[in-house]
């Protein structure tokens, strides 16, 4: 396992911030000539730090408005229910977010992302409430995004 330093924690943090960065420009911000620092980024890459390089679009101007919490409930708790429903919930490309919770009366919470409510309609009765084990949804819908970050604390 690979123990990151300060320097590794500025090369995560800068590329958080810019995933799109030039290695010349992550050099320079962090202190480093160009090839250490695609030294490092390579470790940081092979050792599991940096998962991916994304892309973030704004939802909104692509028509898609309605942003949803669910909270959807299950008839029986066994690892093969739950294994089919996160296999399938996994193909909805609605869903941005799935997590298995516990301490509420849910034992999932999607985030999901749809046009209008006609689409969510379409998207609950076609495809959720369809799902082999599901008992109870309950819905609710944001308001305003008050929070909305994907980098972490480091």
Do not use: W
């Amino acid at each position: 396992m690979h123990q990151i330093d300060r320097t590794d924690r500025r090369i995560l943090q800068e590329m958080q911030k810019n995933g799109a960065i030039s290695n010349l420009e992550l050099a320079e911000k962090v202190g480093l000539s160009a090839s250490p620092c695609s030294r490092r980024v390579k470790v940081l890459q092979d050792a599991g730090y940096i998962l991916n390089t994304v892309t973030l679009l704004d939802a909104k101007k692509l028509g898609l408005d309605l942003l949803a919490m669910i909270s959807i409930s299950m008839d029986r708790h066994t690892p093969e229910r739950f294994n089919k429903f996160e296999q399938t919930i996994a193909s909805f490309e609605e869903v941005l977010e799935c997590y298995l919770i516990t301490g509420q009366s849910a034992d999932y919470v999607l985030k999901v992302v749809v046009a209008d409510m006609e689409a969510y309609q379409h998207f609950l009765l076609g495809k959720l409430t369809r799902i082999e084990g599901v008992t109870g949804v309950h819905s609710s819908f944001v308001m305003r995004k008050v929070i909305d970050r994907q980098n972490l604390p480091i």
